[in-house]
């Protein structure tokens, strides 16, 4: 705080006390901080004794760290698998997450917990062997009032594991780490490796236990599906058998019957068609040329060609005989008559060649016109059958459907109950945990900082409100605020210190302020009154600075008065002030100098009888009168105005009043009240001595 003996001090509104203000800047915290310091370091002091304590007396902790890659694209062991391969759109991401949440899933731990042996472990809630923990237990059971069960323990087990148990997974990886910590560094270890084998069991086994139930649901299934196949097969015959729908090599027999009749009816028209063809041949053929070239292929026969063959010999005979003998030669008339018979034998053979065409002929006609009749009333039939085939139609359509609806379901079960054999989890351990060497808790550095960190920021929160609840002095514009009085001089915090300098320089200044905002100079006709106050807790620094006060005005040469005005430090054996006042003994005997300050000094005297007499007005009147004539200052130790009332008519009565102010100590409430109260004694507050800290935490 700065000190003030180089200029005058500020004319402050004078408006009268205020009220005590609750707001600091930033500076003033600092002075709050290191003023209450005491608080501070005692906080301090008892958090981090209590990280140390807890430090070495905690039980060691040890965690074991055990890292599962996770894929979320299955394994393709199968083309068909019950379990889809394909990666979510968000990477498979949210997969991970739920496998996580499996992990820490009661399924698991359970399977963890009885692997480990959790639940006899007195670490994991299990009863201890030694006294305490049996009494411990006892005192559960009596007022449960029934025995501790088996799955108790191992509900107990679980929740402690959750407690020790952390499963964590890195961004933008597919590992997770399961984490547990544990008393005892192979016991942390194990754990963990039971809990990655216990998961990657759970995974096989919610495998194979979807693959057997949802085998099994399509085996129920097949059981209706294949009674369906039945039902329509029995419909199926039942129709045909009812609407006469015989089937042969996958075809109706009627439509069978009707493509044969059609191709029987076809080849019997291309019979009828070649006989009457082979009929019109031999007729025209029959009477014509007897040239071998000349004779049509349906009348080439061997006896035809034989008989052909004779008669051309004959004709090449009867040509050479001709020419040799005449033509009445009787060899010639007998190779006529030899022609005459082989042409005779050829019409015959022609006539039954154009009888059994004929036949031939009529045979095919009729059989193409039976032909014809069967084939109209198959035409017929079909007609008739045609509705019927509809409906057939109908039935093998429907049949066909619930075969294949069979068929996929029994392949589809024998699939799956297939691969219930076959895990395509693709999830491995990559690092199995070993136990660790160093423990995990507690960290005594770690803690020591935080409780030194939390022990000052619980100190300064606890400064902050207690200075807040009972707000002290924190600067020099804040008592001017306080008192509405100016502050003469700042002293520094140890007035009874040997550097007289220090002291001297602010009390002269404070002395010279006095008197020129009195609007007089130092006279010897007159003395300057001036009253010193104080709250009570200031009461040291007010007989100080009123001692200090004296002595530099007596190294001024001026002649100086201290009166002892403060009635809570009357002695009964001496006479002083009151005794004055009322005319009971002389000033002169009742006064003394002071060795120490060179100032004459009148004690407050006997304060046992009553007062009001003696602080009458003409009493304090020509009291003041009388030490004017004889001294240039009269300082007058006012005490504790609060406790002090009495000595009103003689606070009224001095020049000036006073208030001395220690910073970082004197309460803001008791300052307003002293400032009231000098108001109220018809004397306000002219200016303060400033004090600065004292260091005292209050």
């Not at 400032?675 to 260091?695: E, M, Q, T, Y």
Request: charged share 25%.
């Amino acid at each position: 705080m700065a000190q003030s003996h180089g200029f005058l001090p500020a004319v402050v509104d004078r408006g009268g006390p205020a009220e005590r203000e609750t707001t600091a800047e930033v500076g003033d915290l600092w002075r709050i901080l290191i003023r209450r310091r005491r608080i501070i370091l005692g906080t301090t002091a008892l958090f981090g004794l209590a990280a140390l304590l807890y430090g070495f007396l905690a039980t060691p902790l040890y965690t074991a760290t055990s890292q599962l890659l996770i894929d979320p694209r299955d394994r393709q062991v199968v083309t068909n698998d019950l379990n889809a391969g394909a990666v979510a759109p968000d990477g498979g991401i949210t997969k991970i997450e739920s496998q996580v949440r499996v992990i820490e899933s009661d399924t698991v731990l359970l399977r963890a917990i009885a692997e480990a042996g959790l639940e006899a472990d007195p670490e994991f809630g299990a009863t201890g062997n030694g006294i305490l923990s049996r009494a411990v237990q006892g005192l559960r059971e009596a007022v449960s009032g029934s025995e501790v069960q088996p799955h108790n323990a191992t509900l107990r087990a679980l929740r402690n594991l959750r407690r020790k148990l952390a499963v964590k997974r890195a961004e933008k990886v597919f590992v997770v780490d399961v984490v547990v910590t544990a008393s005892d560094p192979d016991k942390a270890a194990r754990i963990v490796n039971a809990i990655a084998r216990a998961y990657l069991a759970d995974q096989a086994e919610a495998r194979v236990n979807a693959a057997k139930r949802a085998a099994g649901e399509l085996n129920a299934r097949l059981d209706s599906l294949r009674e369906d196949v039945l039902a329509a097969e029995t419909r199926l015959e039942a129709f045909r058998a009812d609407n006469g729908l015989i089937a042969s090599s996958g075809r109706l027999v009627g439509e069978q019957q009707l493509t044969e009749s059609n191709a029987r009816l076809v080849a019997a028209r291309n019979r009828t068609a070649d006989a009457k063809s082979r009929l019109q041949g031999i007729r025209s053929a029959r009477g014509g040329a007897f040239d071998a070239g000349a004779t049509p292929e349906a009348i080439q026969s061997p006896t035809i060609e034989r008989l052909r063959s004779q008669y051309a010999e004959l004709t090449s005979k009867e040509a050479d005989l001709r020419t040799q003998l005449g033509e009445r030669h009787p060899f010639i008339t007998a190779i006529r008559t030899q022609k005459s018979d082989v042409k005779r034998l050829i019409d015959a053979e022609l006539g039954r060649i154009v009888q059994g065409a004929e036949i031939e002929y009529q045979r095919a006609l009729a059989n193409e016109r039976s032909l014809t009749g069967n084939l109209e009333i198959l035409k017929a039939d079909s007609v008739q059958t045609g509705k019927a085939n509809v409906r057939l139609r109908e039935l093998e359509r429907e049949l066909d459907a619930s075969r294949s609806v069979y068929n996929t379901f029994l392949v589809r079960s024998r699939e799956i109950s297939e691969q219930a054999s076959v895990d395509p989890t693709n999830a491995r351990v990559i690092t199995w945990a070993q136990p660790p060497e160093d423990r995990s808790w507690p960290l005594r550095l770690l803690i020591l900082g935080a409780a030194l960190g939390g022990g000052l920021g619980l100190g300064a929160g606890l400064a902050l409100v207690r200075e807040y609840a009972r707000p002290t002095l924190l600067s020099r514009r804040q008592l001017e605020r306080l008192l509405g009085a100016p502050v003469l001089a700042a002293f520094p915090s140890a007035l009874g210190s040997s550097d007289g300098a220090a002291r001297a320089a602010p009390a002269a200044f404070a002395l010279d302020s006095l008197y020129a905002l009195a609007g007089m100079k130092h006279r010897k006709d007159r003395a300057l009154s001036v009253m010193v106050a104080a709250p009570a807790s200031d009461a040291a620094e007010r007989r100080a600075l009123i001692d200090l006060l004296a002595a530099v005005a007596v190294a001024r040469g001026d002649h100086v008065l201290v009166v002892e005005a403060d009635l809570g430090s009357a002695d009964p054996g001496n006479g002083g002030l009151l005794e004055v006042l009322r005319g009971e003994i002389s000033f002169h005997t009742a006064s003394t100098t002071d060795a120490a300050t060179g100032a004459r000094r009148l004690p407050v005297g006997n304060g046992q009888k009553p007062v009001r007499d003696a602080f009458e007005r003409e009493n304090v009147h020509r009291f003041l009168s009388h030490v004017a004539e004889r001294y240039d200052l009269v300082l007058l130790d006012g005490g504790t105005l609060a406790q002090n009332v009495r000595i009103a008519p003689l606070v009224a009565a001095v020049d000036r009043l006073i208030v001395v102010a220690c910073g970082g100590h004197t309460l803001q409430d008791d300052l307003v009240e002293t400032g009231r109260i000098a108001a109220a004694l018809g004397n306000a507050p002219f200016g303060a001595l400033l004090v600065d800290g004292k260091g005292a935490t209050r």
